[in-house]
Nanobody
Framework: QVQLVESGGGLVQPGGSLRLSCVAS????????MGWYRQAPGLQREVVAV???????NYADSVKGRFTISRDNAKNTVYLQMNSLKPEDTAVYYC???????????????WGQGTQVTVSS
């Protein structure tokens, strides 16, 4: 069984910074892509940033230049550094990771439980 646990959310003023972390644990053989998504009240979940196993990154236009995704493969962890936060960044942030649990088996997408980020003065 695999579990993803996120941390680092909270309340921050506009212009401030937060760093989210998401660590995977359990029976893990390999991890490919990792990503961060967010969902604001009344809206659909949207992708924020993705990082491949090779380190290539993609960002939503709304966060380019402000957010940075990174990963530590030795720790099965993905990070999201969020700078210059805006009120419209307020949402529940979810991480996901593509994880293989069996030798020769497929990758499955696992999700964290979500962490609240609130940007307000």
């Amino acid at each position: 069984q695999v579990q993803l646990v996120e941390s680092g959310g909270g309340l921050v003023q506009p212009g401030g910074s937060l760093r989210l972390s998401c660590v995977a644990s359990g029976s893990i053989r390999s991890i490919n892509a990792m990503g961060w998504y967010r969902q604001a009240p009344g809206l659909q979940r949207e992708v924020v940033a993705v990082i491949t196993s090779g380190g290539s990154t993609n960002y939503a236009d709304s966060v380019k230049g402000r957010f940075t995704i990174s990963r530590d493969n030795a720790k099965n962890t993905v990070y999201l550094q969020m700078n210059s936060l805006k009120p419209e960044d307020t949402a529940v942030y979810y991480c996901n990771q593509g994880i293989k649990t069996q030798r020769g088996g497929p990758f499955y997408m696992y999700w964290g439980q979500g962490t609240q980020v609130t940007v307000s003065s």
